[in-house]
């Protein structure tokens, strides 16, 4: 399922762990390495990003230096 989450600041994020990548065995189903926020409110934040997080399993990210 998709889901939009609020980020307390704009810019890249990178995808450190995804429990459902094939690595662990899984689907590979997540963000595909990183995903860039957008000026949408979210959770009492200004910017976020809508991602997809797969059944049974989490998405680490990490906002990366610009």
Do not use: W
Request: a negative charge.
């Amino acid at each position: 399922a998709s889901y939009r989450i609020g980020l307390p600041e704009p810019g890249l994020y990178k995808e450190l762990l995804n429990s459902d990548s094939t690595y662990y065995g899984g689907s590979n189903i997540g963000c595909f390495g990183q995903v860039h926020s957008v000026n949408i409110p979210c959770m009492g934040c200004q910017d976020s990003v809508e991602i997809v997080i797969p059944p049974l399993a989490f998405i680490v990210l990490k906002k990366m230096a610009e």
